[in-house]
Protein backbone atom coordinates (compact mmCIF):
# COMPACT_ATOMS: atom_id res chain seq x y z
CA UNK A 1 0.00 0.00 0.00
CA UNK A 2 1.51 3.05 -0.92
CA UNK A 3 -1.70 5.48 -0.88
CA UNK A 4 -3.05 8.36 1.50
CA UNK A 5 -5.03 7.89 3.75
CA UNK A 6 -5.12 4.67 4.65
CA UNK A 7 -8.21 2.27 5.68
CA UNK A 8 -9.21 -0.27 8.18
CA UNK A 9 -8.77 -2.47 5.60
CA UNK A 10 -4.97 -1.86 5.09
CA UNK A 11 -4.37 -2.98 8.22
CA UNK A 12 -2.97 -6.28 9.38
CA UNK A 13 -1.45 -7.51 12.35
CA UNK A 14 0.43 -6.48 14.17
CA UNK A 15 -1.65 -3.41 13.51
CA UNK A 16 0.55 -1.05 14.64
CA UNK A 17 3.47 -2.31 12.47
CA UNK A 18 0.93 -2.52 9.58
CA UNK A 19 0.14 1.26 10.11
CA UNK A 20 3.88 2.54 10.10
CA UNK A 21 4.59 0.60 6.97
CA UNK A 22 1.43 2.20 5.51
CA UNK A 23 2.50 5.23 6.53
CA UNK A 24 6.06 4.90 5.27
CA UNK A 25 5.16 3.51 2.12
CA UNK A 26 2.87 6.65 1.49
CA UNK A 27 5.60 8.71 2.36
CA UNK A 28 7.78 7.03 -0.11
CA UNK A 29 5.21 6.86 -3.30
CA UNK A 30 4.92 10.77 -2.15
CA UNK A 31 1.11 10.76 -1.34
CA UNK A 32 2.64 11.91 1.67
CA UNK A 33 5.41 15.02 1.37
CA UNK A 34 7.61 16.49 3.57
CA UNK A 35 6.02 18.75 6.08
CA UNK A 36 2.80 17.08 5.61
CA UNK A 37 0.95 17.31 8.91
CA UNK A 38 -0.01 14.01 10.08
CA UNK A 39 -3.57 13.19 12.00
CA UNK A 40 -3.41 13.59 15.90
CA UNK A 41 -3.57 10.02 17.61
CA UNK A 42 -7.10 10.30 18.56
CA UNK A 43 -8.27 11.45 14.96
CA UNK A 44 -6.70 8.43 13.37
CA UNK A 45 -7.51 6.07 15.58
CA UNK A 46 -11.19 7.24 15.41
CA UNK A 47 -10.94 6.51 11.49
CA UNK A 48 -8.95 3.19 11.23
CA UNK A 49 -11.18 2.13 14.04
CA UNK A 50 -8.05 1.17 16.40
CA UNK A 51 -6.45 2.19 19.65
CA UNK A 52 -4.86 5.36 20.34
CA UNK A 53 -2.08 3.02 21.96
CA UNK A 54 -1.40 1.16 18.44
CA UNK A 55 -1.37 4.61 16.70
CA UNK A 56 1.46 5.93 19.38
CA UNK A 57 3.54 2.66 18.72
CA UNK A 58 3.17 3.30 14.88
CA UNK A 59 4.61 7.14 15.22
CA UNK A 60 7.38 6.29 17.49
CA UNK A 61 8.80 3.26 15.09
CA UNK A 62 8.37 6.05 12.39
CA UNK A 63 10.35 8.86 14.39
CA UNK A 64 12.60 6.01 15.22
CA UNK A 65 13.18 5.54 11.61
CA UNK A 66 13.57 9.11 11.04
CA UNK A 67 10.50 9.82 8.76
CA UNK A 68 8.34 11.42 10.84
CA UNK A 69 9.07 14.27 13.84
CA UNK A 70 6.84 14.98 16.63
CA UNK A 71 6.44 18.66 17.96
CA UNK A 72 4.79 19.22 21.47
CA UNK A 73 1.51 21.52 20.79
CA UNK A 74 2.29 21.15 16.65
CA UNK A 75 1.54 17.10 15.85
CA UNK A 76 3.24 14.88 13.43
CA UNK A 77 5.23 16.02 10.65
CA UNK A 78 6.42 14.12 7.59
CA UNK A 79 10.65 14.65 7.79
CA UNK A 80 12.41 15.43 5.27
CA UNK A 81 14.26 12.54 2.98
CA UNK A 82 17.73 12.35 2.42
CA UNK A 83 18.64 15.05 0.05
CA UNK A 84 21.52 15.28 -2.85
CA UNK A 85 24.75 16.31 -2.16
CA UNK A 86 24.95 19.94 -1.67
CA UNK A 87 27.94 21.50 -5.05
CA UNK A 88 27.58 18.55 -6.92
CA UNK A 89 28.06 19.55 -10.83
CA UNK A 90 25.41 17.17 -12.82
CA UNK A 91 22.02 18.24 -12.82
CA UNK A 92 19.06 15.86 -11.33
CA UNK A 93 16.84 16.47 -14.68
CA UNK A 94 19.96 14.92 -16.76
CA UNK A 95 18.21 11.50 -15.92
CA UNK A 96 14.87 12.31 -17.55
CA UNK A 97 14.20 10.42 -21.16
CA UNK A 98 16.17 12.31 -23.92
CA UNK A 99 18.06 14.48 -21.84
CA UNK A 100 21.96 15.15 -23.08
CA UNK A 101 23.92 14.84 -20.40
CA UNK A 102 26.96 16.92 -20.38
CA UNK A 103 27.06 17.34 -16.85
CA UNK A 104 29.44 15.01 -15.62
CA UNK A 105 32.81 14.58 -16.60
CA UNK A 106 33.44 11.02 -18.47
CA UNK A 107 35.15 9.25 -20.44
CA UNK A 108 33.67 8.29 -24.34
CA UNK A 109 31.87 5.18 -24.44
CA UNK A 110 33.85 3.73 -27.35
CA UNK A 111 33.51 -0.24 -28.53
CA UNK A 112 37.58 -0.40 -27.44
CA UNK A 113 35.74 0.04 -23.98
CA UNK A 114 33.46 -3.13 -24.42
CA UNK A 115 35.96 -5.27 -25.83
CA UNK A 116 38.37 -4.70 -23.45
CA UNK A 117 35.92 -5.38 -20.22
CA UNK A 118 34.52 -8.61 -21.97
CA UNK A 119 38.05 -9.87 -22.81
CA UNK A 120 39.51 -9.36 -18.95
CA UNK A 121 36.63 -11.08 -17.67
CA UNK A 122 36.82 -13.61 -19.63
CA UNK A 123 40.52 -14.19 -19.03
CA UNK A 124 40.33 -13.42 -15.22
CA UNK A 125 37.29 -15.92 -15.12
CA UNK A 126 39.75 -19.16 -16.49
CA UNK A 127 42.22 -18.44 -13.82
CA UNK A 128 40.32 -16.84 -10.87
CA UNK A 129 43.53 -15.86 -8.74
CA UNK A 130 43.35 -16.86 -5.20
CA UNK A 131 43.49 -13.34 -3.56
CA UNK A 132 40.76 -12.37 -5.92
CA UNK A 133 37.94 -14.05 -3.54
CA UNK A 134 40.48 -14.80 -0.32
CA UNK A 135 42.43 -11.90 0.13
CA UNK A 136 41.79 -9.86 2.87
CA UNK A 137 45.15 -8.08 3.14
CA UNK A 138 45.91 -4.34 1.47
CA UNK A 139 48.89 -6.05 -0.04
CA UNK A 140 47.62 -8.95 -1.48
CA UNK A 141 45.51 -6.47 -3.57
CA UNK A 142 48.53 -3.95 -4.69
CA UNK A 143 51.21 -6.83 -5.38
CA UNK A 144 50.31 -7.62 -8.90
CA UNK A 145 49.02 -4.21 -9.65
CA UNK A 146 51.89 -2.26 -8.38
CA UNK A 147 53.89 -3.83 -10.83
CA UNK A 148 51.72 -3.21 -13.50
CA UNK A 149 50.79 0.01 -12.36
CA UNK A 150 54.59 1.36 -12.17
CA UNK A 151 55.09 0.50 -16.08
CA UNK A 152 51.72 2.55 -16.71
CA UNK A 153 52.79 5.38 -14.76
CA UNK A 154 55.65 6.19 -16.94
CA UNK A 155 53.11 7.60 -19.36
CA UNK A 156 52.31 10.18 -16.95
CA UNK A 157 55.77 11.16 -16.67
CA UNK A 158 56.50 9.08 -13.69
CA UNK A 159 59.47 6.74 -12.43
CA UNK A 160 58.52 4.54 -9.55
CA UNK A 161 59.32 1.72 -7.54
CA UNK A 162 56.11 1.68 -5.92
CA UNK A 163 57.26 1.00 -2.33
CA UNK A 164 55.37 4.51 -1.38
CA UNK A 165 52.18 3.63 -3.22
CA UNK A 166 48.77 3.22 -1.46
CA UNK A 167 45.80 1.26 -3.64
CA UNK A 168 42.26 3.03 -3.21
CA UNK A 169 38.97 2.67 -5.04
CA UNK A 170 39.00 5.39 -7.08
CA UNK A 171 41.05 9.14 -6.95
CA UNK A 172 38.26 10.97 -4.79
CA UNK A 173 39.07 8.44 -2.11
CA UNK A 174 43.07 8.90 -2.86
CA UNK A 175 43.03 12.35 -2.39
CA UNK A 176 40.06 12.11 0.84
CA UNK A 177 43.60 9.93 2.41
CA UNK A 178 45.67 12.52 1.33
CA UNK A 179 43.98 15.57 3.13
CA UNK A 180 43.40 14.14 6.05
CA UNK A 181 47.07 12.85 6.16
CA UNK A 182 48.67 16.54 5.97
CA UNK A 183 45.82 18.37 7.81
CA UNK A 184 43.95 18.16 10.98
CA UNK A 185 40.39 19.86 11.87
CA UNK A 186 41.12 23.62 12.22
CA UNK A 187 43.99 24.04 9.47
CA UNK A 188 43.77 25.47 5.98
CA UNK A 189 44.34 24.08 2.61
CA UNK A 190 45.16 26.60 -0.48
CA UNK A 191 43.60 25.98 -4.17
CA UNK A 192 42.38 27.61 -7.04
CA UNK A 193 39.64 29.95 -7.22
CA UNK A 194 37.66 27.39 -9.32
CA UNK A 195 38.30 24.00 -8.60
CA UNK A 196 37.13 20.32 -8.07
CA UNK A 197 33.37 20.43 -7.27
CA UNK A 198 34.41 17.41 -4.41
CA UNK A 199 37.16 19.53 -2.73
CA UNK A 200 34.39 21.50 -0.27
CA UNK A 201 32.64 18.66 0.97
CA UNK A 202 35.77 16.42 1.33
CA UNK A 203 37.30 19.92 3.37
CA UNK A 204 33.94 19.77 5.57
CA UNK A 205 34.21 16.21 6.35
CA UNK A 206 37.34 16.45 7.83
CA UNK A 207 36.96 20.23 8.87
CA UNK A 208 39.60 21.93 6.98
CA UNK A 209 39.25 25.10 6.00
CA UNK A 210 39.83 26.60 2.33
CA UNK A 211 41.37 29.72 1.16
CA UNK A 212 41.21 30.43 -2.94
CA UNK A 213 44.35 31.54 -4.93
CA UNK A 214 43.75 33.87 -7.51
CA UNK A 215 45.37 32.44 -11.01
CA UNK A 216 46.26 33.98 -14.57
CA UNK A 217 46.29 31.67 -18.65
CA UNK A 218 48.80 29.93 -16.83
CA UNK A 219 47.38 29.00 -13.69
CA UNK A 220 47.64 29.62 -10.05
CA UNK A 221 49.95 32.56 -9.39
CA UNK A 222 53.04 31.44 -7.16
CA UNK A 223 52.87 35.03 -5.78
CA UNK A 224 49.73 35.03 -5.11
CA UNK A 225 50.57 31.39 -3.34
CA UNK A 226 53.25 32.95 -1.45
CA UNK A 227 51.44 35.68 -0.07
CA UNK A 228 48.14 33.65 0.55
CA UNK A 229 50.77 31.20 2.50
CA UNK A 230 52.53 33.96 4.77
CA UNK A 231 49.14 35.46 5.79
CA UNK A 232 48.47 32.55 8.13
CA UNK A 233 51.67 31.06 9.01
CA UNK A 234 50.79 28.12 10.87
CA UNK A 235 47.72 27.55 9.59
CA UNK A 236 48.43 26.46 6.09
CA UNK A 237 49.82 23.25 5.26
CA UNK A 238 48.75 22.16 2.04
CA UNK A 239 48.02 23.45 -1.72
CA UNK A 240 45.62 21.49 -4.10
CA UNK A 241 46.44 21.10 -7.40
CA UNK A 242 44.87 20.01 -10.51
CA UNK A 243 47.61 20.79 -13.44
CA UNK A 244 46.97 18.34 -15.71
CA UNK A 245 43.81 19.65 -17.71
CA UNK A 246 41.12 17.80 -14.86
CA UNK A 247 40.32 21.53 -13.33
CA UNK A 248 36.77 23.01 -14.59
CA UNK A 249 38.70 25.49 -16.14
CA UNK A 250 40.71 23.06 -17.85
CA UNK A 251 44.71 24.37 -17.90
CA UNK A 252 47.94 22.43 -18.22
CA UNK A 253 50.65 24.02 -16.53
CA UNK A 254 53.78 24.17 -18.21
CA UNK A 255 57.09 23.16 -16.94
CA UNK A 256 58.02 26.98 -15.54
CA UNK A 257 54.77 27.04 -13.65
CA UNK A 258 55.29 23.72 -11.87
CA UNK A 259 59.18 24.56 -10.71
CA UNK A 260 57.22 27.94 -9.80
CA UNK A 261 54.83 26.66 -7.34
CA UNK A 262 57.24 23.67 -6.13
CA UNK A 263 59.43 26.91 -5.20
CA UNK A 264 56.57 28.66 -3.36
CA UNK A 265 56.25 25.51 -1.17
CA UNK A 266 59.40 24.75 -0.60
CA UNK A 267 60.05 28.47 0.52
CA UNK A 268 56.55 28.31 2.74
CA UNK A 269 56.80 24.72 3.66
CA UNK A 270 53.43 23.78 2.24
CA UNK A 271 52.64 20.23 0.96
CA UNK A 272 51.21 20.04 -2.56
CA UNK A 273 48.12 17.54 -3.07
CA UNK A 274 48.74 17.10 -6.77
CA UNK A 275 45.66 15.45 -8.40
CA UNK A 276 45.67 14.02 -12.37
CA UNK A 277 42.59 12.28 -12.55
CA UNK A 278 43.27 12.38 -16.70
CA UNK A 279 46.32 10.65 -15.91
CA UNK A 280 48.29 9.79 -19.81
CA UNK A 281 44.97 11.36 -22.06
CA UNK A 282 47.17 14.17 -22.71
CA UNK A 283 49.92 13.51 -24.31
CA UNK A 284 52.33 16.23 -24.72
CA UNK A 285 51.91 17.17 -20.63
CA UNK A 286 55.11 17.83 -18.98
CA UNK A 287 56.01 15.77 -16.01
CA UNK A 288 53.53 15.65 -12.63
CA UNK A 289 54.85 18.01 -10.20
CA UNK A 290 55.92 15.00 -7.49
CA UNK A 291 58.97 14.71 -10.16
CA UNK A 292 60.08 18.44 -8.79
CA UNK A 293 59.29 17.92 -5.19
CA UNK A 294 59.01 14.31 -4.24
CA UNK A 295 59.09 14.75 -0.40
CA UNK A 296 56.81 17.13 -0.32
CA UNK A 297 54.35 15.96 -2.76
CA UNK A 298 50.94 13.31 -2.92
CA UNK A 299 49.98 12.50 -6.43
CA UNK A 300 46.87 10.67 -7.11
CA UNK A 301 45.65 9.61 -10.50
CA UNK A 302 43.38 6.81 -11.49
CA UNK A 303 42.09 5.15 -14.31
CA UNK A 304 38.02 6.08 -14.36
CA UNK A 305 38.27 9.33 -16.49
CA UNK A 306 40.66 8.15 -18.92
CA UNK A 307 39.30 4.30 -19.68
CA UNK A 308 36.34 3.61 -18.43
CA UNK A 309 34.05 5.00 -15.19
CA UNK A 310 33.92 1.17 -14.18
CA UNK A 311 37.32 1.32 -13.98
CA UNK A 312 38.17 2.90 -10.41
CA UNK A 313 40.65 2.29 -8.93
CA UNK A 314 43.05 5.17 -7.72
CA UNK A 315 47.19 5.57 -7.51
CA UNK A 316 48.62 7.21 -4.79
CA UNK A 317 52.25 8.33 -3.99
CA UNK A 318 52.96 9.96 -0.78
CA UNK A 319 56.10 11.15 0.51
CA UNK A 320 58.58 9.13 2.15
CA UNK A 321 58.09 10.94 5.86
CA UNK A 322 53.89 10.40 5.12
CA UNK A 323 54.00 7.05 4.06
CA UNK A 324 53.12 5.03 6.81
CA UNK A 325 50.59 7.77 8.13
CA UNK A 326 48.74 7.45 4.48
CA UNK A 327 48.61 4.14 5.09
CA UNK A 328 47.05 3.87 8.18
CA UNK A 329 44.85 6.56 7.44
CA UNK A 330 43.40 4.26 4.30
CA UNK A 331 43.62 1.54 6.34
CA UNK A 332 40.82 3.02 8.91
CA UNK A 333 38.56 4.76 6.09
CA UNK A 334 38.57 2.15 3.50
CA UNK A 335 40.90 -0.83 4.72
CA UNK A 336 41.81 -2.17 0.67
CA UNK A 337 40.52 -1.25 -2.80
CA UNK A 338 38.37 -3.92 -4.46
CA UNK A 339 40.84 -6.75 -5.39
CA UNK A 340 38.99 -7.46 -8.65
CA UNK A 341 38.85 -3.65 -9.70
CA UNK A 342 42.49 -4.01 -9.03
CA UNK A 343 42.96 -7.54 -10.91
CA UNK A 344 40.98 -5.71 -13.95
CA UNK A 345 43.05 -3.01 -14.62
CA UNK A 346 46.54 -5.24 -14.21
CA UNK A 347 45.02 -7.19 -17.30
CA UNK A 348 44.52 -4.25 -19.35
CA UNK A 349 47.88 -2.79 -18.45
CA UNK A 350 49.46 -6.11 -19.03
CA UNK A 351 47.49 -7.39 -22.69
CA UNK A 352 47.42 -3.68 -23.92
CA UNK A 353 43.62 -3.06 -23.73
CA UNK A 354 44.82 -0.05 -22.08
CA UNK A 355 46.44 1.56 -24.89
CA UNK A 356 44.37 0.38 -26.80
CA UNK A 357 41.06 2.15 -25.23
CA UNK A 358 43.42 5.24 -24.48
CA UNK A 359 44.19 5.54 -27.80
CA UNK A 360 40.73 5.42 -29.19
CA UNK A 361 39.40 8.21 -26.25
CA UNK A 362 42.15 10.45 -27.62
CA UNK A 363 41.31 9.86 -31.12
CA UNK A 364 37.33 10.56 -30.34
CA UNK A 365 38.20 13.64 -28.17
CA UNK A 366 40.16 15.56 -30.41
CA UNK A 367 37.04 15.38 -33.07
CA UNK A 368 34.70 16.54 -30.28
CA UNK A 369 37.54 19.42 -29.06
CA UNK A 370 37.64 20.80 -32.76
CA UNK A 371 33.58 20.46 -32.78
CA UNK A 372 33.68 22.37 -29.66
CA UNK A 373 36.10 24.78 -30.46
CA UNK A 374 34.31 25.14 -33.83
CA UNK A 375 31.13 25.72 -32.48
CA UNK A 376 31.50 27.84 -29.06
CA UNK A 377 34.63 29.97 -30.69
CA UNK A 378 37.61 31.29 -28.75
CA UNK A 379 35.45 31.71 -25.72
CA UNK A 380 35.75 28.33 -24.95
CA UNK A 381 38.50 26.83 -22.49
CA UNK A 382 39.71 23.25 -23.62
CA UNK A 383 42.19 20.87 -24.73
CA UNK A 384 42.64 18.57 -27.93
CA UNK A 385 42.32 15.81 -25.51
CA UNK A 386 40.43 17.29 -23.02
CA UNK A 387 36.84 15.29 -21.36
CA UNK A 388 35.16 19.11 -21.08
CA UNK A 389 35.13 22.97 -22.04
CA UNK A 390 34.83 25.44 -19.66
CA UNK A 391 32.51 28.58 -20.87
CA UNK A 392 32.62 32.13 -19.69
CA UNK A 393 29.16 33.43 -20.47
CA UNK A 394 28.79 37.24 -21.10
CA UNK A 395 28.68 39.67 -18.64
CA UNK A 396 25.40 40.17 -16.82
CA UNK A 397 24.20 36.45 -17.96
CA UNK A 398 22.37 34.77 -15.08
CA UNK A 399 24.71 32.04 -14.77
CA UNK A 400 21.50 29.45 -13.25
CA UNK A 401 19.19 30.75 -15.78
CA UNK A 402 21.05 29.79 -18.55
CA UNK A 403 21.65 26.28 -17.26
CA UNK A 404 17.90 25.62 -16.25
CA UNK A 405 16.98 27.17 -20.25
CA UNK A 406 19.57 24.53 -21.58
CA UNK A 407 17.83 21.60 -18.79
CA UNK A 408 14.42 22.80 -20.27
CA UNK A 409 15.54 21.91 -23.65
CA UNK A 410 17.24 18.54 -22.62
CA UNK A 411 20.91 19.65 -22.30
CA UNK A 412 22.36 19.37 -18.56
CA UNK A 413 25.52 21.25 -18.01
CA UNK A 414 27.17 22.11 -14.72
CA UNK A 415 27.00 25.79 -13.91
CA UNK A 416 30.02 27.14 -12.67
CA UNK A 417 29.70 28.45 -9.21
CA UNK A 418 29.34 24.46 -8.24
CA UNK A 419 33.99 24.57 -8.86
CA UNK A 420 33.84 28.26 -7.09
CA UNK A 421 35.37 28.58 -3.67
CA UNK A 422 34.93 32.15 -4.23
CA UNK A 423 32.33 34.54 -6.15
CA UNK A 424 33.30 34.51 -9.62
CA UNK A 425 31.90 35.56 -13.35
CA UNK A 426 29.41 33.41 -14.44
CA UNK A 427 30.70 30.05 -16.50
CA UNK A 428 29.15 26.83 -17.33
CA UNK A 429 31.91 23.65 -17.77
CA UNK A 430 30.65 21.32 -21.01
CA UNK A 431 31.33 17.47 -20.75
CA UNK A 432 31.98 15.68 -24.09
CA UNK A 433 31.78 12.33 -23.11
CA UNK A 434 28.61 11.43 -22.30
CA UNK A 435 26.50 11.20 -25.60
CA UNK A 436 27.38 10.31 -28.80
CA UNK A 437 29.52 12.49 -31.08
CA UNK A 438 26.09 13.80 -33.18
CA UNK A 439 23.95 13.82 -29.83
CA UNK A 440 27.22 16.41 -28.74
CA UNK A 441 27.19 18.27 -32.22
CA UNK A 442 23.77 19.37 -31.48
CA UNK A 443 23.68 20.45 -28.17
CA UNK A 444 27.21 22.41 -28.41
CA UNK A 445 24.64 24.36 -31.12
CA UNK A 446 22.25 25.16 -28.61
CA UNK A 447 24.39 26.23 -26.04
CA UNK A 448 26.05 28.21 -28.46
CA UNK A 449 22.57 29.87 -29.62
CA UNK A 450 21.39 30.15 -25.87
CA UNK A 451 24.55 31.98 -25.37
CA UNK A 452 24.68 34.12 -28.52
CA UNK A 453 20.49 35.37 -28.53
CA UNK A 454 19.79 38.85 -27.40
CA UNK A 455 17.39 37.16 -25.64
CA UNK A 456 19.73 35.22 -23.17
CA UNK A 457 18.98 35.04 -19.30
CA UNK A 458 20.66 38.19 -17.50
CA UNK A 459 20.67 39.59 -14.48
CA UNK A 460 17.90 42.22 -14.86
CA UNK A 461 15.84 39.33 -16.27
CA UNK A 462 13.64 38.83 -12.98
CA UNK A 463 12.50 35.08 -14.02
CA UNK A 464 16.38 34.12 -13.83
CA UNK A 465 16.61 35.01 -10.56
CA UNK A 466 14.32 32.92 -8.85
CA UNK A 467 15.73 29.59 -10.78
CA UNK A 468 16.54 27.32 -7.97
CA UNK A 469 18.99 24.72 -9.45
CA UNK A 470 19.11 20.84 -8.63
Not at 157 to 171: E, K
Not at 436 to 459: C, D, G, T
Request: aromatic share 4%.
Amino acid sequence: MSHWPLSREDMKRPVFRSLAQGIAAAIGAGALRPGDRLPTHRELAWSLGISVQTVSRAYEELIRADMIAGEVGRGSFVRPGPQALDGMPWQDGATKHRTIDMSLMTPVHLPEMDAAWSASLERIAKRVPAGLVQGSRPDQVSERFTTSVCEWLTRCGLVTSGRRMTITNGVTPAMFTALSAVAKPGDVVLADTVTSHLLRPTAQALHIGLRAVPSDANGMCPDALRETARKAPGAVKAVYLLPDGAGPDPRILDKTRRHALAQVAEDTDLMILECDPLGPLEPRRPPPIVTIAPERTFYCTGMAKCLSPGLRIGILISPGSKFELTVNRHTAMSWMATPLIAEIAADWIESGDADRVLDAQRAELQARNRLASRILGPRSHGNLYGLHRWLPLPEGTQEGAVVKSLLDQGIAVAPGERFALTEMPPAIRICLGGAARHQVEYALHEISAVISSPERPSNSDESGTSVKLS
